[in-house]
């Protein structure tokens, strides 16, 4: 029983340590890219978005459409480089929350239909970036590991 579980679960995760890099970095570069995009076709039509803003019922249109706009395209850069990654993905995880809301309510009849929106599944990788973090391919991984180079607290010294 012993073989057939370190087989069955102790040897993939240790062949997935190797791999422990590419999960994040395949989310960021995923939901990076098509935020960044979608963001900066909201950012050159923001009146057609602003008038779609208000039939959902959004409260503060003309603010909200520019910012979610540029929440959008700046979270989803951010993301591509995996700079400011936990609270990137924590902004586009409330625009999801916010868009499934705002435009999709209407249409969950179930808990199945609410887990096949577009933007729950996008809720879900930005819930897990945000906990987990850009991972080791990312200029917020460089920041951290060059400032705990140069900062020195006065206790060690």
């Known amino acids: ?4 579980l370190d087989w069955l679960i102790g040897w993939p995760q240790r062949t997935a340590r190797h791999f422990s890099w590419l999960a994040p970095l395949f989310a ?12 900066w076709a909201k950012l ?6 602003t008038e779609n803003f208000v039939g959902w019922g959004v409260p503060f249109p003309h ?3 520019p910012l979610v706009s ?9 993301l591509l ?3 400011l990654t936990r609270i990137s993905a924590g902004a586009l995880g409330v625009t999801m929350i916010v868009a499934i809301r705002a435009a999709k309510w209407g249409e969950v009849d179930s808990l199945e239909t609410l887990l096949g929106f ?4 996008y809720l879900a990788l930005f819930l897990w970036l945000a ?12 920041l951290q590991r060059s400032s705990r180079n140069t900062y020195r607290p006065m206790v060690n010294r």
């Open 1 to 4: 029983m012993r073989l057939l």
């Open 28 to 39: 960021r570069i995923t939901v990076g890219w098509v935020f960044m995009w979608s963001g």
């Open 44 to 49: 050159n039509s923001l009146p057609r978005v």
């Open 63 to 65: 603010f909200l459409t």
């Open 70 to 78: 540029g929440i959008e395209f700046f979270g989803g850069l951010f």
């Open 81 to 83: 480089a995996g700079f």
């Open 118 to 121: 577009d933007e729950f599944e």
């Open 131 to 142: 906990i987990a973090g850009a991972g080791p391919v990312s200029l917020d991984h460089l």
